[in-house]
């Protein structure tokens, strides 16, 4: 795979719609389904940027969550639109950070935020260097 130069999209928003096995019997959306929803944003975010996840992968290229925080603000139902959106807020030489809004679509309304803090690693597990295309593009380099 050829990975980009740099990453270019920071931030970027997928549509959510709560499946009735991903809900309790009032119809409210577990606590535990927000961490999957936050690795799809993840996921789509990199897929954004050029490469998937199993191209990282092939590559001997790994991220590990190390921290993981949500606050739920309000609940979410089963079969209601929501938009979620992730952000790549920093990049360090071993991790790299991410935020989290997820808003009912109807109304706008923030039903969840959180943020992770996720460390890379290769193949064995030991802690290696953010490869530097997932570095921001800077604004040198924007053209």
């Not at 990453?7 to 535990?32: F, L, N």
């Not at 092939?58 to 739920?72: D, H, K, N, P």
């Not at 790549?88 to 809004?101: D, F, G, L, M, Q």
């Not at 030991?126 to 490869?131: C, D, G, I, L, Q």
Request: proline share 5%; charged share 25%.
């Amino acid at each position: 795979m050829d990975f980009p130069r740099r990453m270019t999209i920071q931030t970027h928003a997928i549509t959510v719609v709560p499946r009735y096995a991903e809900t309790d019997k009032a119809g409210v959306v577990h606590h535990s389904v927000y961490p999957v929803w936050f690795e799809m944003g993840r996921t789509e975010l990199l897929r954004a940027n050029g490469p998937a996840y199993a191209d990282l992968e092939q590559a001997g290229i790994f991220f590990v969550v190390a921290e993981l925080r949500i606050r739920y603000r309000r609940p979410a139902f089963y079969d209601e639109k929501l938009q979620l959106e992730t952000c790549c807020s920093n990049v360090t030489a071993a991790k790299v950070e991410h935020i989290y809004k997820l808003t009912r679509d109807s109304d706008g309304l923030i039903l969840a935020e959180g943020s992770s803090v996720l460390a890379c690693v290769n193949a064995g597990g030991k802690v290696r260097r953010v490869p530097e295309f997932m570095y921001p593009q800077s604004d040198g380099e924007k053209g």
